[in-house]
């Protein structure tokens, strides 16, 4: 007979080795939410002086309230050292399509891209994402005169994380 979720869940209640791995699971998320908060805390600072009620650059993501205002002070934050997690948390907050003209933010998305290792090449877990953030927001970003560009970053790095993106955009682009 099968056991209910109440019984599974009062047997792990009970179940020393797995409290041990939960509490050891629960200290690392901890450890990691405090570093990124630390992390970000210059940035959300100007963030919320801005009049963004945020606690998190990652607040931004998925986000349908217009934050034009908030471009510039994201914009400057991928140019300063973050934790790769951060970094991804801006990329992905830029990937508006309002923001799509801007240059300097291509320019510097695409350079970020190149220069960032796919996951493949990362060992640390929670340093894994940025790369397909970046890839992100450069589909979203890309306008029809940036499809050639886009189409060149493919060729060169068809095997980096995100290239599904870029290949979605083309097509959406080319037809």
């Not at 991928?78 to 997690?85: A, G, Q, T």
């Not at 940025?130 to 560009?149: D, F, K, M, N, W």
């Not at 068809?158 to 097509?171: C, K, L, M, V, Y």
């Amino acid at each position: 007979m099968a056991r209910s979720i109440v019984e599974i869940m009062q047997e792990l209640e009970n179940d020393k080795e797995f409290l041990a791995l939960k509490a050891t699971k629960d200290e690392e998320f901890n450890r990691l939410e405090q570093m990124f908060a630390q992390d970000e805390v210059d940035m959300v600072e100007e963030l919320n002086n801005a009049g963004f009620d945020v606690c998190s650059v990652w607040d931004f993501v998925n986000l349908d309230n217009n934050y034009y205002k908030a471009k510039d002070i994201l914009f400057n934050h991928l140019e300063i050292k973050h934790h790769p997690r951060i970094l991804e948390g801006i990329a992905r907050a830029l990937a508006v399509p309002e923001f799509g003209d801007d240059d300097r933010l291509w320019a510097t998305l695409i350079k970020m891209y190149v220069n960032t290792l796919p996951d493949s090449e990362i060992e640390i877990s929670e340093e894994r994402g940025l790369q397909q953030g970046i890839a992100t927001a450069l589909s979203v970003l890309t306008t029809p005169s940036r499809l050639e560009a886009l189409k060149n970053l493919l060729k060169e790095n068809p095997n980096r994380d995100g290239t599904e993106f870029f290949e979605e955009r083309i097509a959406e682009l080319s037809s």
